[in-house]
């Protein structure tokens, strides 16, 4: 029989009161490679941090995988060191994101010294520049290296992030949903790669979706939700009645440009969105998706040298950030790591009423608006719970509520559903065809098709930049 690398027995994790993993036996031996799945909140990242020995908990972790490297001479005191998780969660120690606005990340490129993709690859992998040209061609990113971290799309920074593991050549590599954020070619070349590095000796686990599971792995770990959820009807979908109306225009984009150095990443993109209409936004990883979002949202410093109108107002005429996001609902794949403070997953959600990432005093109006959407997506249970605690799913639901709360005229959902099992994603999905009124405008970012609302009837697509 193989030899072990990792040994659960018995063990069970409980967080901030509540019991996220109960005990779980579980054996990782040489020669296999595992997939981990299970519903949204079920504790797969827990297991993958039991696994590196990042949690408290009861019962028994042994790493045989340690002795062995130990009896070779190698020093090793921690798990961590040799054991790399690649997941959302992830921060470079070179910055951190509670030292920047959410709406700053590309204006954190106009500084004096921005951390390159280049740096935070090198960073802490000792890597040579021909090793590090060359996973960063392999993972796509080679263009990028020259550019600043922040301002790479959430594909891109999460190929980045699978470069830096693997450029630090660990033991055993753990990957937190790893084909999600990526386009249909992106997961096809990912699972190659990653299948290549498995033939080649590199110990793998990945938790994914079950319906992700690459063929070449070998063993499927089931996580079990331990908090049984209230049922919620999702009900029928709803049928907008009537032809569509022709609002008056929400966005209004008409030639925009934008470029880092010589590098264009919109050109010359036209585009009008009316009240009312429900688009679905998308193209391949790095096509401009996130820039394009990020002039909507009045992030991009580059707003004020295009005609970018929203609600019949033109960047730059004197209106404040602040005006443009309050009439905007808006989830993104990175928003999660701005949110450093110390809140409660229902105070977390209570903050989309006043754009902030602080917590800030709420009506009992407000607060029975909070609930209602917990109870509506299915975690009630949350409510109290430290929003830094839960899972990378929990979170987006927590994130997707706080988008909605204050029924904003134009909500803004760039690929929400990441880290949802299925389940979930059907609950959302007919809570916004539903929900959403017919004076609301939505803009439905995704790069799976079946993830769209019902009634969304109109599309733009992107790719390398222009509208296709």
């Known amino acids: 029989m193989n030899e072990p690398v990792v040994e659960l027995e018995n063990v069970t994790v409980v967080r901030g009161g509540h019991t996220v993993l109960s005990g779980l036996n579980w054996t990782f031996r040489e020669g296999e490679a595992w997939a981990v799945v299970g519903a949204t909140g079920s504790g797969k990242t827990t297991l993958a941090e039991v696994i590196r020995g990042k949690q408290l908990i009861t019962g028994e972790v042994r790493w045989p995988l340690l002795d062995r490297l130990r009896a070779r001479g190698r020093r090793v005191d921690y798990p961590s060191q040799v054991i790399a998780h690649v997941s959302f969660k992830e921060e470079s120690r070179l910055f951190s994101y509670a030292g920047h606005y959410y709406q700053q990340r590309f204006e954190f490129a106009d500084s004096d010294e921005p951390l390159s993709l ?58 937190d949903d790893p084909f999600i954020g990526l386009d ?54 709803a049928e907008r009645s009537g032809a569509e109306r022709v609002g008056e225009p929400v966005i209004d984009l008409r030639a925009v440009t934008v470029t880092y150095g010589e590098k264009r990443i919109l050109d010359r993109v ?29 992030d991009h410093p ?6 970018v109108r929203l609600f019949d107002r033109r960047r730059g005429t004197g209106e404040t950030i602040w005006d443009v996001k309050r009439n905007v609902g808006l989830v993104s794949p990175e928003f999660h790591l701005y949110f450093t ?50 899972s990378i799913g929990e979170q987006r639901l927590v994130l997707l509520a706080r988008a909605l709360v204050k029924r904003p005229p134009l909500v803004i959902l760039d690929e929400p559903f990441q880290g949802l099992d299925a389940d979930r994603v059907e609950v959302c999905r007919a809570w916004l065809d539903r929900e959403l009124g017919d004076d609301q405008t939505l803009l439905f970012v995704t790069h799976e098709l079946a993830e769209l609302p019902r009634t969304v009837t109109k599309t733009l697509r992107l790719d390398r930049g222009r509208v296709v």
């Not at 580059?302 to 005609?307: G, I």
């Not at 602080?358 to 917990?374: H, K, M, N, S």
Request: charged residues 20%; aromatic residues 6%.
């Open 341 to 390: 403070q110390p809140l409660t997953a229902d105070r977390t959600a209570a903050t989309g009423f006043f754009d902030s990432l602080a917590d800030c005093g709420t009506t009992p109006e407000q607060d029975a608006r909070v609930r209602e959407l917990f109870a509506a997506f299915r975690i009630a249970h949350l409510h109290g719970r430290p929003f830094r605690t839960l």
């Open 118 to 175: 280049a740096q935070f690859l090198r960073s802490g992998t000792n890597a040579t520049d021909a090793e590090v040209n060359a996973i960063a061609d392999r993972l796509g990113v080679r263009e990028q290296l020259s550019q600043p971290f922040m301002t790479l799309s959430n594909g891109q920074t999460r190929r980045s992030r699978l470069a830096r593991a693997l450029l630090a050549k660990p033991e055993l590599l753990i990957l």
């Open 270 to 298: 036209t585009w009008t969105v009316r009240a009312g209409e429900r688009w679905a936004v998308v193209g391949p990883n790095g096509s401009g998706k996130t820039t394009l979002l990020s002039l909507l949202c009045g």
């Open 184 to 237: 249909t070619a992106g997961r096809a070349d990912l699972t190659e790669l990653l299948g290549e590095l498995r033939r080649q000796g590199q110990r793998l686990v990945l938790i994914c979706r079950a319906d992700m599971v690459p063929p070449w792995v070998t063993h499927t770990f089931q996580c079990e939700t331990q908090v049984a959820e209230a049922d919620t009807p999702l009900g029928r979908d």
């Open 302 to 307: 580059q707003a004020y040298a295009n005609d």
